[in-house]
């Protein structure tokens, strides 16, 4: 796919040169081809007007025309050709008032940082460096293009956009700019929740989750993005089951151990899972801090965080059920069998899973509890029988029962014996059920005379 990207960006800037006009590769493309990492996208930036760029390709998106931006789409992939542009005058944190063409080198010194200053002509396979990118992909450093001030003020998200690439491409920030962050730093609340969010998804990505945390604190972003992180700082815990320290440090041992090829949501899991904490501390007469019910207030402060970063509702409602659930893990050993099989049949129990792992191997590094636990889901996926719930309410309805609660109950209970290993058959669940109702059915209502009498009663009283 990205070989198909890359020889797709390679004729439409062959194109544009054929008709004449300066085609180049930016941004982060080719900052990624000098790192000797595969781009992802890339970007073009033309001398050619919007105008022209859709006379050369019969497929395109005015996505910015207003920008001097047009998204030319070849063979269902999409290139992002830009004319050379100055802007002035930003009024917002993000939008420029006003924007004139201009040459490539104009173009580059508008831009954010040195490393995404650079152009590249890859026909001429030549690079154009008129902002000293160059020698800061050397030296692995994120340096604003012109005062960090100025850049800042221009787009508020650049103060993020510094610490994602910090811990994404293991740089380091130079001190100019480093300052500037944290002063702007109150200035990122400006910015909408949709592209915070968007940066945090990257910044804690799983190849990159503990520097993104350093990172988002020392930049001092940190309380301003995600305050209920933030408050982990400094709320100690008992040394006896976490000798790592207070629970920021735990959180982040915790991301230092995330697989890069984790799913994208235990980053967050880990994150998250403790931030009931801080509100639910008690200290009793001998000292000893308790966290009761954590999880509980936890998954509440998650719900309520997701939604303000704009996650999806099923994004949300893993992260939510992760936080709730995480302390069930613990107790694995003490659990009857079908309640520890229904934990483990949830659809988010591999991410909470593997949350349990890395909580017990930040802390107490006894493994144990979450290798009975993987060898029990291990019988589990070995059990296809058990994964799925032998009786349906459409098994209910069926057999005459009308739509209430006595249906969920029965469906409960049914689950329970199949998990105890008493009901093994979508046939045996449907007689059992059927024998229920019957039973239900055939209880004798209460008697006129006692419904009478004790309205009376009520009426006396």
């Not at 890359?6 to 062959?14: D, L, P, S, T």
């Not at 659990?335 to 949350?355: F, G, I, K, S, Y």
Request: some cysteine; glycine content about 6%.
């Amino acid at each position: 796919m990205s070989s198909d990207l890359a020889k797709i960006a390679f004729e439409v800037a062959c194109r544009l040169q054929a008709a004449g006009h300066q085609a180049f590769y930016v941004g982060g493309c080719v900052r990624d081809i000098e790192l000797g990492r595969q781009p992802t996208d890339y970007d073009i930036a033309t001398s050619a007007r919007p105008d022209e760029v859709e006379a050369l390709f019969p497929y395109c998106v005015p996505v910015g025309r207003q920008f001097g931006v047009v998204m030319v789409i070849k063979k269902g992939y999409s290139i992002q050709v830009a004319t050379f542009r100055t802007e002035t005058h930003y009024t917002d944190g993000r939008h420029p008032h006003t924007i004139a063409f201009a040459s490539a080198r104009e173009d580059a010194l508008r831009r954010d940082f040195t490393m995404n200053g650079l152009f590249y002509d890859p026909v001429a396979n030549t690079i154009y460096d008129w902002v000293g990118g160059f020698k800061d992909l050397l030296r692995r450093k994120i340096r604003t293009i012109g005062p960090p001030e100025k850049r800042f003020a221009e787009d508020h998200l650049r103060l993020l956009r510094a610490a994602r690439f910090a811990a994404q491409l293991d740089f380091i920030i130079e001190p100019s700019t480093l300052r500037a962050i944290r002063e702007f730093a109150p200035a990122i609340k400006k910015v909408s929740a949709e592209r915070i969010r968007d940066e945090l998804m990257k910044l804690f990505h799983p190849a990159c989750a503990a520097k993104g945390l350093y990172w988002l604190e020392h930049c001092g972003l940190l309380n301003f993005v995600l305050p209920e992180v933030a408050a982990l700082h400094g709320c100690a815990q008992d040394p006896a089951y976490h000798p790592e320290g207070d629970v920021f440090e735990h959180v982040q041992k915790m991301l230092e151990l995330v697989p890069p090829d984790a799913d994208p949501l235990l980053p967050w899991a880990v994150l998250l899972h403790d931030i009931g904490k801080p509100p639910c501390l008690q200290v009793d007469a001998q000292g000893r801090r308790h966290f009761y019910q954590h999880e509980r207030v936890g998954a509440e402060m998650t719900d309520a965080l997701c939604r303000r970063l704009r996650f999806t509702n099923e994004q949300r409602l893993k992260l939510v059920q992760c936080v709730r659930s995480h302390m069930k893990y613990h107790q694995a050993h003490k659990m009857r069998r079908n309640t520890l099989l229904r934990l483990l049949l949830q659809p988010t129990a591999p991410l909470e899973l593997e949350l349990h792992r890395l909580d017990c191997a930040s802390s107490n590094r006894n493994l144990s509890n979450f290798e009975f636990l993987e060898a029990t889901l291990h019988e589990l996926q070995n059990q296809p029988a058990l994964a799925r719930p032998l009786l349906s309410g459409k098994d209910l309805l069926a057999l005459g029962m009308k739509p209430g609660p006595l249906i969920g109950q029965l469906l409960k209970k049914a689950r329970e014996k199949q998990l105890q290993g008493e009901l093994n058959t979508p046939q045996e669940a449907i007689e059992w059920a059927r024998t229920q109702w019957q039973r239900i059915s055939q209880t004798p209502p209460p008697s006129e005379t006692a419904s009478s009498g004790t309205s009376q009663d009520n009426q006396s009283e």
